[in-house]
Nanobody, 121 residues
Framework: EVQLVESGGGLVQAGGSLRLSCVAS????????IGWFRQAPGKEREGVSC????????YYADSVKGRFTISRDNAKNTVYLQMNSLKPEDTAVYYC??????????????WGQGTQVTVSS
């Protein structure tokens, strides 16, 4: 079965950094794009970043561009989200998701359970 497990969340002060990990199993990892999403209390889930499988194309929401970096290690079936210069508005539960295709199509079919990121002011 397809599984996606996030880790690396925690409590940090504004300006600090965290690195999230998403470990995948149950599918051929390097055949699919992987995305990161977040949902804050009272807000809709929003896309944060995505990375394709073969060519490594990356995409970022305007709100995190220049601060967050997505990467993948196909040998470890893991996608990372390096988050720098964190702001209180970054506080949310962060989820990773599997795309249905090798590129970032925005068609997601599996989701992890999420990891909490809290940024204090």
């Amino acid at each position: 079965e397809v599984q996606l497990v996030e880790s690396g969340g925690g409590l940090v002060q504004a300006g600090g950094s965290l690195r999230l990990s998403c470990v995948a199993s149950g599918f051929t990892f390097d055949d699919y794009a992987i995305g990161w999403f977040r949902q804050a209390p009272g807000k809709e889930r929003e896309g944060v970043s995505c990375i394709s499988s073969s060519i490594g194309s990356t995409y970022y929401a305007d709100s995190v561009k220049g601060r967050f970096t997505i990467s993948r290690d196909n040998a470890k079936n893991t996608v990372y989200l390096q988050m720098n210069s964190l702001k209180p508005e970054d506080t949310a539960v962060y989820y990773c998701a599997k795309d249905k295709y090798y590129y970032c199509s925005t068609s997601w079919d599996y989701w992890g359970q999420g990891t909490q990121v809290t940024v204090s002011s």
